[in-house]
């Protein structure tokens, strides 16, 4: 083998094994450094690879949903380690749920029973020149002096510590009754739209709000959020009209149906370009998901929402990609560096696994000089990897996949029912993603 071409992949995660069985199989050779067992993350338990720090579920896999067409391009595009979680799959449901130590066994069976990778029990401090090539996969939990080379490398600005995520809901599931569209002291092309509360309503939902059910941060998720960004409970605990004074201030505000400046109002953002989901201003939030489901609904004109996304806050190191990373995922200025999993800005299990395969095949392509044609936007892949690289948002908050990623249908489809909808929009993806697949010749080596 060519070791002129050597890939070194910081992290034997899920996305830093994906990419190195990937990267393998398609003839580079790989030196995959892992910290663990020398030093332990505070989340991992072992030393096994892809270990699951959390939940034993890789979400959905039932059609059509965002989350199982993803595993279906994953499926299309013969990921080893999605084989792994199917071989070890266990009873839940629509769930793909795994036995976790099986799983991990599986891959680290794949790792050493593949030449073409060493494993490397090592921390990484920063990127040297052992490899011409690197691969970043060192996870949310990644050890403090390799993210203080990152930060000197990108600069402080560019490296997130926590994460915090809003909801996103349906807006066909909203009441446009209740909800009015206008932009504050009517600014701007009236594109918000707005709850607005009556004095009553606000009480209800104030103490909805600060009773409701939160997480408990572990040991190393301590409280340490930015002003800017606080939880909305947090917010919603500093008193009653604290809420009032921030993201549900009513000012510059008119409600068309009153003539009056409702009690309070709550903001939507247009999360994409279709309009059919949004964001909910200033709703970063801990609550359980079903207290999310159920406080929320409590806001004027979200009685029924559907949320696309729930909010969340968790300790969680990230790029802020769209300012660092090109299209195909390596660092723009030292593109010999690639990033992948929740470092590059995906949230989640089979996303972090999507973008280490993501990682590896561009690498791979770079490598072997022939480059791949853009992935289609419309395929799950290729949705992600545009909002994680080219996010227009002012704050860039990590990227899980759901629905609203997805770029419009056609005319003639937008008119069809929700569930069809969902169909469609399915079915694009995987016949996109085919063709890419076949153009770019991407599954002809075999993964061992
Ligand atoms: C506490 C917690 C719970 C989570 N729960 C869920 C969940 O339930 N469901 C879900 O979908 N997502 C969850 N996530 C989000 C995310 O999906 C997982 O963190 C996922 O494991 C990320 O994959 P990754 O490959 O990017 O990182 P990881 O799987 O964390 O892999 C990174 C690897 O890099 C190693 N490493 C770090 N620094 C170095 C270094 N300097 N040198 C060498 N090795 C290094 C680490 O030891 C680790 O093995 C959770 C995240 C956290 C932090």
């Known amino acids: 083998m060519d070791r002129s071409a050597s890939v070194g992949i910081v992290g034997a995660g899920l996305a830093g094994s994906e990419a190195a069985l990937v990267c393998a199989s398609r003839g580079i050779p790989v030196t995959l450094y892992e910290m663990r067992p020398l030093r332990m993350t505070p989340a991992h338990a072992g030393d096994l690879p892809a270990e699951l720090v959390c939940s034993n579920s890789l979400k959905s896999d039932c059609m059509p949903s965002a989350h199982a067409l993803l595993k279906k391009e994953l499926e ?9 979680a199917y071989s070890t799959r266990l009873k839940a449901g629509s769930a793909l749920a795994v036995d976790r130590q099986a799983f991990s ?49 990108v600069g402080a600005a560019a490296l997130h510590f926590y994460d915090a995520i809003a909801p996103i809901v349906r807006a066909d599931s909203l009441d446009s009754n209740k ?20 004095e009553e309503e606000y009480g209800r939902f104030y103490a909805a709000l600060v009773a409701a059910d939160a997480l408990t941060p572990r040991p190393f998720e301590e409280a340490r959020f930015f002003e800017g960004c606080l939880p909305v409970e947090v917010i919603a605990g500093r008193g009653r009209d604290a809420l009032r004074f921030g993201p549900l201030r009513p000012v510059g505000l008119i409600d068309p149906a009153t003539g ?11 999360e994409n370009s279709n309009g059919d989901c949004y964001n909910m201003v200033g709703f970063q939030t801990r609550l359980r998901m079903s207290e999310q489901k159920r406080v929320f609904r409590m806001i004027p004109g979200m009685e029924r929402a559907e949320f696309e996304r729930f909010g969340s806050i968790h300790r969680n190191t990230y790029l802020n990609a769209p300012d660092v990373l090109s299209p195909d995922l390596s660092l723009r200025g030292r593109s010999n560096i690639f990033v992948a999993g929740q470092l590059c800005g995906n949230e989640g ?10 990682a590896a095949l561009m690498l791979a392509a770079r490598i072997n000089g022939i480059p791949f044609s853009d992935i289609p936007q419309t395929c799950a892949l290729g949705a992600m990897i545009n909002k994680i690289t080219l996010s227009r948002d002012d704050y860039f908050a990590p990227v899980g996949m759901n629905l609203s990623l997805f770029p419009p249908l056609d005319e003639d489809k937008k008119k069809i029912a929700k569930s069809q909808k969902k169909e469609a ?20 080596k075999p993964y061992q």
Do not use: M
């Open 349 to 358: 299990y089979t996303e972090s696994i999507a973008t280490g395969h993501f």
């Open 105 to 153: 066994n599986a891959v680290l069976a794949r790792l050493t029973g593949n030449p073409a990778v060493s494993i490397v029990r090592r921390e990484i401090i920063e990127i040297g020149p052992e490899h011409p090539f690197w691969v970043l996969a060192a996870g949310p939990l990644i050890s403090e002096a390799l993210s203080a080379w990152i930060a000197g490398t």
């Open 425 to 444: 929009i399915c079915t694009r993806a995987l016949q996109d993603l085919s063709g890419w697949i076949s153009h770019n010749n991407i599954t002809s």
């Open 179 to 198: 909800v009015f569209f206008a932009s504050r002291w009517q600014e701007g092309t009236g594109d918000y739209g707005n709850c607005p509360f009556t």
């Open 76 to 84: 299309l595009l013969r990921s080893p380690l999605l084989e792994c």
């Open 260 to 270: 009056k400046r409702p009690f309070a109002v709550g903001q939507l953002r247009r």
